[in-house]
């Protein structure tokens, strides 16, 4: 949560300083299969302003020597540290986030039922935040 809360207060710092109007939703569950009920997606922040939609995916990794493999299409993530030669494959947050724009878009579906939505799909954008841990 360390991370999210990281993000959360640096968003809000920049946008006031911006004067950018916004609102900023943080740690919202939706329910991913609308089939099943215990099935949640869980989004660390959705930043809402007058012409965009910001899913935001928030990792906090220790990255200090170390290289990330993968792109945007990988289902896994590579981060090789360089110093212990060690591999760690983790879930693909911008991956995740697909999945998080995807079930958004269907429960706007679900509750729109006249198409009116505000924000178009198209202007439904997908942010990763990958921030190095910083050491104490």
């Known amino acids: 949560m360390f991370g999210e ?4 207060n640096k968003l809000i710092n920049e946008l006031n300083k ?4 916004f609102d900023l939703i943080n740690d919202l569950y939706l329910p991913s299969d609308f089939n099943k009920i ?3 997606s869980q989004i ?9 939609l910001y899913i935001i995916e ?21 981060i090789l540290n ?23 878009k269907n429960l706007l579906i679900k509750w729109n ?3 009116s939505y505000i924000i178009p799909f198209k202007n439904i954008k997908n942010i990763v935040i990958l921030k190095n841990k910083e050491k104490n």
């Open 5 to 8: 809360n990281y993000v959360n």
């Open 18 to 21: 911006e004067k950018i109007e």
């Open 38 to 40: 215990d099935y949640v």
């Open 44 to 52: 660390d922040h959705i930043l809402l302003t007058r012409k965009f």
């Open 58 to 78: 928030t990792k906090w990794h220790d990255l200090d020597n170390s290289i990330v493999y993968g792109n945007a299409e990988n289902k896994f993530l590579t």
């Open 82 to 104: 360089l110093e212990t030669k060690t591999k760690n494959n983790y879930y693909n947050p911008g991956y995740q986030n697909k999945t998080h724009i995807k079930n958004y």
């Open 113 to 115: 039922k006249d198409n």
